[in-house]
């Protein structure tokens, strides 16, 4: 009887312990490196019409219009809530949110996930995101192949 007893012990612990962490991430940071024919076409387009936008090591240039002051810095895992235009470099807004969307960051383009962490809750970013970062050679909806993307976002949450 004891031996049953145990038997069933150590297969309760077993199969306990196999029991999947709900608080795992699905996500994972992206390895994508840009081209440096993609950053030279980006940084001509930054130099004739964002001259003060800073260019990240990950590829991409951007400009904090407000850094926020939250104290949780958004990661692929996070779920974010956020305000965004899109834009072509001719101008052409091809997506946009005036109201709050909620989303993980792992989810959408690799621009993304990269330049949203660089603000907090609150804060202001404009992304110039290389095509590598966005769509690449896939055209998507209005967004023609290869394209540059310019994206205006206020990071209204954190989660």
């Not at 076409?41 to 002051?69: C, D, K, M, R």
Request: hydrophobic share 40%; with cysteine.
């Amino acid at each position: 009887m004891i031996r049953k007893l145990l038997t069933f012990f150590i297969c309760c612990v077993v199969l306990s312990s196999c029991k999947k962490d709900d608080n795992s991430c699905p996500y994972t940071v992206s390895g994508v490196v840009v081209p440096a024919s993609e950053i030279a076409n980006l940084q001509t387009y930054i130099t004739a019409n964002h001259p003060t936008a800073i260019q990240h090591p990950g590829g991409f240039f951007y400009e904090i219009n407000a850094a926020g002051t939250g104290t949780v810095t958004p990661t692929v895992c996070s779920t974010i809530s956020v305000t965004y235009a899109g834009y072509l470099t001719n101008g052409f807004k091809f997506d946009e949110s005036i109201t709050p969307v909620s989303f993980p960051l792992g989810r959408v383009i690799v621009g993304w996930q990269r330049g949203v962490p660089l603000v907090k809750k609150g804060g202001s970013i404009n992304l110039y995101l290389p095509p590598s970062l966005g769509y690449g050679s896939n055209a998507v909806g209005s967004i023609p192949p290869n394209s540059i993307l310019i994206f205006t976002i206020q990071l209204v949450d954190v989660q």
